[in-house]
């Protein structure tokens, strides 16, 4: 089976991740017509942006039906742990219409750390020592974390907004947040705790598109997370991303694909669950030896923006090859080419951040990609409109080149407040 020989795309989301799909997919000669609910000023130049959040079902499946649409690609993990692969496919209006992406079943790998953690168990696949607790068995987390050495590690089991994980030294510091967060810190998505383990090592991003059965491990990327130089300060959504990792090689992504990924993709075929999607695995890299830290359900951002530039096969042939399972007969190409994105983000971000500032700069002509993050189109200006606002991304021979050539396009780039971190890819080039 096949999609039409051009097909109309309804892409979700409003990121630098989203820009970066929009830009890849307005490039396929398969292409007619590319829709991004609700999009960005970015994703206007390449395609036209609908105003229709993801969230909303009932008008998305309006929108598929008026427009023809023939694929929908999912950015964020929100409407994908809501179940819109579960809602398409008991709809006879639209089931006919594939979602890249899992199922509600799948989502859940994200949606719950218990469940994930429970997965991982069954499948045998190596991560941190865990246990999970409620209300109802608190005084047993107490004792668990008695039993463990610092730090100790807490996660809201479901989704927090990329907030719900605390790393804590003290042991009754740790008691404290656990009873903080049984009773509601992060409402309903800390009722349940998972307390475990705390691994050493440096992290990695590892991206695996699957039809479900078969799968293509995608180029790997370092993500830097914190606001400021040195990975300090408070968490952020991502400042910056690097692909590929000059650690994960050969050997640690062998190690990767046997121990993790088959095992994971094994899993989804032995428990029936449905996964149509990409799978971002992020990995702790222990002495060369791969632990899972989490799953998500969709693509990361900001690695999305140095992931999918690397891919130089066409991306609806992959969609086809995920929608009708044939994603073993897929040839993925990937150029050899560093990729590193910078991410620019607004003043005061990740606390309370200005908006709509004007952005002046973003047509001076220059080697990179500017993606568009959190911008706004108003009254013939580019607005912030969201804490992270561009994502610069460029390429080079080695770290530095592609470095230079982002740097070198932000300075061209002003609004008031604009910060980033100037030490994005440093650890990788010691
Ligand atoms: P998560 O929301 O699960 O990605 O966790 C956020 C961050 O917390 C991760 O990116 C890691 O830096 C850190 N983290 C999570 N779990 C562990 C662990 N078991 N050991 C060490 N660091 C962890
Ligand atoms: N960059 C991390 C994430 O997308 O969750």
Redesign the pocket.
């Known amino acids: 089976m096949k999609l039409p020989e051009k097909v109309n795309v309804l892409l979700l989301g409003s990121g630098g991740r989203e820009h970066a799909f929009a830009w890849k997919i307005s490039q396929s000669p398969k292409l007619q017509k590319l829709f991004i609910a609700p999009g960005n000023a970015g994703t206007a130049s390449v395609g036209i942006n609908v105003d229709i959040q993801p969230s909303n079902f009932g008008s998305i499946k309006q929108f598929v039906l008026l427009n023809n649409i023939n694929l929908v690609v999912v950015g964020p993990e929100g409407p994908l742990v809501n179940g819109i692969y579960d809602y398409f496919q008991d709809d006879n209006d639209i089931h006919h219409v594939p979602i890249i992406g899992p199922s509600r079943l799948g989502a859940k790998l994200e949606g719950s750390k218990e469940f994930a953690k429970d997965f991982m168990i069954r499948h045998n696949i190596p991560t941190?020592a865990y246990k999970s607790f409620t209300k109802n068995n608190i005084e047993e987390g107490y004792a668990f974390l008695d039993e463990l050495s610092a730090p100790y590690?807490l996660?809201a089991d479901g989704l927090a907004a990329?907030k719900?994980?605390v790393?804590l030294d003290n042991v009754s510091e740790a008691k404290a947040e656990l009873t903080s967060m049984i009773n509601g810190k992060f409402g309903g998505a800390s009722n349940t705790v998972v307390i475990?383990?705390?691994?050493n090592g440096i992290?990695c991003s590892v991206f695996v598109a699957t039809d479900g059965v078969n799968y293509k491990i995608l180029p790997e990327a370092k993500d830097y997370?914190r606001i400021g130089v040195g990975d300090k300060g408070l968490n952020t959504g991502g400042m910056g991303a690097v692909s590929p990792v000059p650690f994960a090689d050969k050997e640690f992504m062998e190690k990767v694909r046997t121990r993790i990924v088959e095992p994971t993709i094994n899993g989804f075929v032995q428990e029936k669950i449905a996964y149509k999607g990409f799978v971002f695995i992020?990995l702790?890299c222990d002495a060369g030896e791969p632990y899972v830290?989490?799953y998500n359900v969709r693509m990361g951002d900001p690695e999305t923006e140095v992931v999918i530039p690397r891919i130089e096969s066409d991306i609806i042939d992959l969609f086809e090859a995920i929608t009708f399972n044939t994603l073993d007969k897929y040839e993925l190409t990937i150029t050899e080419k560093v990729a590193t994105t910078v991410v620019c983000v607004a003043g005061g971000y990740p606390e309370e951040y200005r908006k709509d500032d004007v952005i002046t700069g973003l047509d001076t002509p220059c080697n990179s990609i500017i993606f568009h993050a959190g911008t706004a189109q108003k009254g013939g200006h580019t607005l912030t409109n969201g804490g992270r606002v561009l994502a610069v991304t460029s390429f080079g021979d080695t770290i530095q080149e592609a470095i230079n050539e982002s740097f070198k396009t932000i300075g061209n780039i002003e609004y008031e407040g604009k910060y980033f971190r100037e030490d994005i890819g440093a650890d990788l080039m010691k």
């Open positions: 941190a590690v996660k990329g719900g994980v790393i475990e383990q705390f691994l992290e997370k992020g702790m830290i989490e």
